[in-house]
C-alpha cells in the first residue's frame, strides 16, 4: 500500500507543488504553521529519513535548501525554520517553515488555514522562484 505522499507524487492526491525533480518532490504542508509552509520528500517511499542512504539523504537536504532559499524570497520571515517530525505520515520529509519567533515551530498550536486560491499563490510564487535559483 502507497504513502499518502506516494499519492500526491504520481498525482492520485492533490497538492499545491512547489518543485520536483527526478528523486524529489515539494508541496505546501495542507495544515501549515505559517504560511509557506512547504514539505520536501523523497519520491522513494522510506518511512524514517535516517533509513535513506546516505545519496538520497544528502540530495534530499540539498534540494530542501534550495527549497527553503526559495521560501524565503516570497514569505518575510526572520529565518526559514528547518525540522523533521515525521510522526503522523510515515513517508520521510522536511518541514521547511518561514519563522519570526521560535513558536513559529511549535507543531502543537493551532494550525492555519487558507483559500485553495491562496495556497495556490503562494505556491506558484514560491515556485517561480525556486525556477530562478
Ligand atoms: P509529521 O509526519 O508529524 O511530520 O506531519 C505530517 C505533515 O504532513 C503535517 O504537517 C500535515 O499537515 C501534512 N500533511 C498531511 N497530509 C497532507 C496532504 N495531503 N497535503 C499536504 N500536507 C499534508
Given at each position: 500500500m502507497s504513502?499518502?505522499?506516494?499519492k500526491?507524487?504520481a498525482?492520485e492526491i492533490?497538492?499545491?507543488?512547489i518543485a520536483?525533480?527526478?528523486?524529489f518532490?515539494?508541496?505546501?504542508d495542507?495544515n501549515p504553521?505559517?504560511?509557506?509552509?512547504?514539505?520536501v520528500i523523497?519520491?522513494?517511499?522510506?518511512?524514517y529519513i535516517?533509513?535513506a542512504?546516505d545519496?538520497l539523504?544528502?540530495?534530499?537536504w540539498?534540494?530542501?535548501?534550495k527549497?527553503?532559499?526559495?521560501?524565503?524570497k516570497?514569505?518575510?520571515?526572520?529565518r526559514?525554520?528547518?525540522?523533521?517530525?515525521g510522526?503522523?505520515?510515515p513517508?520521510?520529509h522536511?518541514h521547511?517553515?518561514?519563522?519570526?519567533?521560535?513558536y513559529?515551530m511549535d507543531?502543537?498550536?493551532?494550525k492555519?488555514?487558507?483559500e485553495a486560491?491562496?495556497?495556490?499563490?503562494?505556491?506558484?510564487r514560491?515556485?517561480?522562484e525556486?525556477?530562478?535559483?
Amino acid at each position: 500500500m502507497s504513502t499518502i505522499f506516494t499519492k500526491i507524487v504520481a498525482g492520485e492526491i492533490p497538492s499545491y507543488k512547489i518543485a520536483e525533480t527526478e528523486d524529489f518532490y515539494a508541496f505546501l504542508d495542507i495544515n501549515p504553521l505559517a504560511k509557506g509552509h512547504t514539505l520536501v520528500i523523497p519520491k522513494k517511499e522510506i518511512d524514517y529519513i535516517l533509513d535513506a542512504e546516505d545519496k538520497l539523504y544528502a540530495d534530499l537536504w540539498k534540494f530542501a535548501k534550495k527549497v527553503g532559499l526559495a521560501v524565503e524570497k516570497v514569505i518575510p520571515c526572520k529565518r526559514i525554520g528547518i525540522t523533521v517530525i515525521g510522526l503522523e505520515v510515515p513517508h520521510a520529509h522536511i518541514h521547511i517553515i518561514p519563522i519570526n519567533t521560535i513558536y513559529d515551530m511549535d507543531f502543537s498550536k493551532k494550525k492555519l488555514s487558507f483559500e485553495a486560491e491562496e495556497f495556490e499563490e503562494i505556491a506558484s510564487r514560491i515556485s517561480i522562484e525556486f525556477n530562478s535559483l
